[in-house]
């Protein structure tokens, strides 16, 4: 574990440990929804601004692990859009989906979030949700 930088809080943990990156570790709906909280906080966006237009994105360069990610988040019950490089001029071993705005409840009640910005941006814009209901 090592800090990035000189003037960035950003922790960096790093490991060998093979079972983290393996499919069969994850056999439980708890664990799945645990590695896509994870894999969120991490590799996923939601708007800064709450009045821009919601979305959840997760973006990552290796093609093969976010694929894993959206088969998960798909056999969950979440419905995500396709996966696509949004940038190939600059970066073609990017990545990058969106949930599907149909699965934004489903993705923020059980997926959710432990990053502490990330989790206030889903908090409030579940509140908002639910108060366009109560109207």
Known sequence: MYREGKT???????????????????TSTEERLAYARG??????GVPHNPAARFYIQLVQKNAADISKLKVMLEE?????????????????????FYVSARSHR????????WHPQKRVRL??????QDARMKI
């Not at 960035?8 to 994850?26: F, M, P, Y």
């Open 76 to 96: 969950l019950g979440i419905s995500c859009g396709k996966l696509h490089n949004p940038s190939a001029g600059i970066d073609d071993e990017l990545r990058r």
């Open 123 to 128: 908090e409030l814009w579940l509140e908002r």
């Open 106 to 113: 489903t993705f923020v009640e059980r997926v959710s979030s």
């Open 8 to 26: 960035r809080n950003l922790w960096i943990l790093e490991t060998s440990a093979r079972w983290l990156t393996s499919e069969t570790s994850l």
């Open 39 to 44: 894999y969120f906080d991490t590799e996923g």
